[in-house]
């Protein structure tokens, strides 16, 4: 448990009776419209991690960041160049897919401007990506999928480095999953075994109610491995996780060829080779597999169903319609300060000390008081998903041993800055001269920052003469 007793030079005793005192009504926040209404499923293929290596030819087009740069209306694999051209021309003749690239030398992103940041999609393909994330791309991917994002993983064998880095797509999606800032506890509910298995065609399991098995382009009924591998699950982390298909003779927990989860208000897909998605088409020089349409196996519509599921269109097998509504959710970390870790704060901010009180639970963030010239801060950062509103708010004490009543010497503000630390807007400015004896719930409209990371910042600073406290408990992110 973080939160330090910090001791403090108090001039004033904290206010005896410490009461609730709750005043004006509670913000009201209106129902967000749909994410993505009348918009076609918008889908990000990666390029920006060495798919390309070797032999690998893991893109839908070379025309990238748009495939109809090469051909406006393919009707054939060959018009878009590339061994996932089948994946994306199948995509693009329904009419309901609006498709992108992320080209060699990007960096994945969430929450910018940019034509290619994941807030403008509702999918991201990850084909056999072969070097490492960032630490930014994978806070990124994270936060995508936390907000409602689709993530397809596709994994190849270990020791398939195709660039020869030193990694393998099964140590990438590994450490993106145990090695990030959003959630490292098995967030997907499952692992990718270090295996190389030469062949097989993995069943389907029995299940008719499975969109991604019985989808809008057909049903699941075996894949094939040419070199791939498997994934572990495990339940007891994420109880949504669920193989689909599974190495012949395994069942249950492991040898998972193809399983699905979710996180957040996202969903996760994993397949364990890339051979299924290869259509044996591509650049000069490659040598490629065309597993795509291999008699033996389903995998184009096992492909498909899972990118239409990922997108929120087949969800519980009924379709989705094309939009992505925004889900109700409380997005701010360590809410309340009992458990640390999400906060960053000058030490001894966050604090179970007995010189002030928790409104709930027995932590809260408690910002000067000193007596002395001291500046204390609190931050988060935070990613609001785009089409949703979203309401900030906490709950505020303020104690003084200033005497005057017109003269704000110490002061509170509360801002929203974007990832450069630049300061985008001051929600409000408190002070001395907002002393009372309890809680007092503060609450903002933050809509307007909809589609962008930003981080929450609480700055106290104190003059050298007489002490003000700046107490905050209770805090909240609201998005619906």
């Known amino acids: 448990m973080l939160g330090s007793r910090r001791s403090r030079r108090r001039l ?19 129902t967000g419209a749909p994410a993505h209404a ?41 018009d878009w160049t ?3 051209s089948s994946w994306g021309v199948a995509l693009q003749q329904t009419g309901d897919y609006s498709l992108k690239t992320l080209p060699s030398g990007s960096a994945l992103a969430y929450g910018g401007t940019s034509a290619t940041d994941l807030s403008h999609f509702d999918t991201l393909v990850l084909p056999e990506p072969n070097t490492l994330f960032t630490t930014a791309e994978k806070t990124a991917i994270m936060n995508f999928v936390k907000n ?16 020869n880095d030193g990694e393998d797509a099964v140590e990438i999606f590994n450490d993106l999953m145990a090695n990030n800032g959003v959630d490292s506890t098995d967030p997907f509910g499952f692992s990718i075994d270090s295996l190389s298995i030469s062949s097989d065609h993995p069943p389907a399991i029995s299940d008719s109610t499975d969109p991604v098995l019985h989808g809008p382009f057909g049903t699941v009924t075996k894949s094939l491995i040419a070199s791939g591998t498997t994934a572990t699950l495990k339940p007891a982390d994420n109880p949504a996780v669920k193989g689909l298909l599974y190495r012949t003779g395994y069942s ?23 051979s299924p998605i290869d259509d044996g088409t591509g650049q000069s020089g490659n040598t490629l597999y065309d597993g795509w349409h291999d008699s033996t196996a389903t995998n184009a519509a096992l492909a498909l169903n899972a990118t239409e599921w990922l997108a929120g269109a087949s969800a519980g097998g009924s379709g989705g319609g094309g939009t992505t509504p925004c889900t109700a959710a409380q997005l701010l970390r360590d809410n309340g300060f009992e458990s640390g870790g999400a906060w960053s704060a000058t030490t001894g901010v966050i604090t179970n000390s007995t010189g002030e009180q928790a409104r709930s639970g027995s932590y809260y963030a408690w910002l000067d008081g000193n007596g002395t010239a001291t500046t204390d801060t609190l931050s988060q950062p935070v990613t609001i998903p785009s089409g949703c509103s979203a309401t900030l708010s906490f709950y505020l004490h303020v104690d ?3 005497t005057t009543t017109a003269t704000a010497y110490d002061t509170l503000k509360v801002q929203v800055l974007n990832g450069s630390g630049t300061v985008l807007g001051t929600l409000a400015t408190y002070s001395n001269l907002n002393a009372a004896s309890g809680y007092t719930r503060r609450a903002f409209d933050l809509s307007g920052y909809a589609g962008q990371t930003v981080t929450l910042k609480f700055t106290g600073t104190e003059g050298s003469k007489y002490q003000t406290s700046f107490v905050v408990d209770d805090t909240a992110l609201d998005v619906s």
């Open 82 to 84: 590339g061994a996932l």
């Open 252 to 274: 249950g927990n492991t040898g998972a060829f193809f399983a699905t989860s979710t996180f957040g208000s996202g969903r996760v897909a994993f397949w364990g080779d890339s």
């Open 12 to 30: 004033t005793t904290a206010l005896a009776g410490f009461g609730l005192l709750l005043t004006g009504a509670a913000l009201q926040v209106g």
């Open 38 to 78: 009348a918009t076609p499923h918008r889908v990000l293929f990666d390029n920006a991690h060495a798919e390309t290596a070797g032999n690998a030819d893991w893109i839908i087009s070379t025309s990238q960041p748009d495939p109809l740069g090469q051909d406006t209306s393919p009707s054939a694999e060959t």
């Open 400 to 402: 003084t041993a200033e």
């Open 148 to 163: 409602g994002g689709g993530l397809f993983m596709i994994s190849d064998h270990t020791g398939a480095d195709r660039n």
